[in-house]
């Protein structure tokens, strides 16, 4: 069975911009969460989707979106980039709500100049 | 929210060396997940942990559940060059089933 990918693996944007990521979870999986991970902050929860419907959200500005597709696919959207956004975001899919196990795919390395 | 801090928070030791990490927290976790990320990598799921007292294994892994519930312990035995990376802990938080992650523990074998 396939793992979760992520795509781009590697992305540089300038400030102000904007980006999207995409993440495709293991077939079956229901459940997306994204997270930030910077050396400063680690690994930091974003938000997580259910049945195309946000179950969860952490404490991040509104500048951070997503949303999850009928088929389980995510999208992650980050407006009016800022430096501090530079990071690697990882996806991670499961089976039911996320309580538990969880699979991680690669992530997406963001470079903001 | 609730916070969960790892020790050591690096190791370095000798290839054959037996390593010991803990992950603690001052509340009470129900589940508790071990990850390892390689670099550039994403964590991926080592053992997970779903009762208090529980001990499993995977391989040359073993991690328990702590009694208390507020705390877990990794051990790898007979360490080898492929065991560098990050081990993280995580587990869900209690009223909103966020996962939280650990602070991380770097591993370094050398040979």
Redesign the interface.
């Known amino acids: 069975k396939a793992g ?1 990918t992520q795509t781009p693996r590697y992305l540089i944007k300038t400030r102000g911009q904007q980006v999207t990521l995409s993440c495709s979870p293991i077939s079956g999986h229901r459940s997306v ?1 994204w ?1 930030q991970q910077t050396p400063g902050q ?4 974003l938000f ?1 989707y259910f049945s195309e419907t946000q179950r ?1 959200k ?1 404490n991040f500005p509104g500048r951070f979106s997503g949303r999850q597709f009928s088929n389980s696919r995510s999208e992650m959207n980050v407006s009016t980039l800022e430096l501090g956004d530079s990071a690697l975001y ?1 996806c ?1 899919s499961s089976l039911g ?11 997406t ?1 963001l470079t903001v100049l | 929210g609730q916070q969960l801090n790892q020790s050591p928070q690096s190791m370095f030791i000798q290839e054959g060396e037996d390593v010991s990490m803990n992950c603690t927290s001052s509340s009470i976790f129900n ?1 508790w ?1 071990w ?1 390892k990320q390689d670099p ?6 080592l053992i ?1 942990l ?1 009762k208090a007292g529980e001990l499993t294994s995977n391989g040359r892994l073993t991690a328990q559940f702590g009694i208390t519930r507020k705390d877990s312990f990794l051990n790898i035995s007979a360490s080898i060059p492929s065991d560098v990376g990050i081990y ?1 802990c ?1 587990g ?1 938080e209690y009223n ?6 650990g ?2 523990t770097r591993l370094q074998v050398f040979p």
Do not use: C, H, M, W
Not at chain 1, 42 to 45: E, R, S, V
Not at chain 1, 97 to 107: D, E, L, M, S, V
């Open positions: 979760v969460s997270y680690g690994l930091q929860f997580e969860n952490g990882l991670a709500r996320a309580r538990g196990t969880q699979y991680f795919g690669p992530g390395r | 589940t997940l990850y550039g990598e994403g964590p991926v799921l997970a779903y993280f995580a869900p909103t089933d966020k996962l939280i992650f602070t991380g």
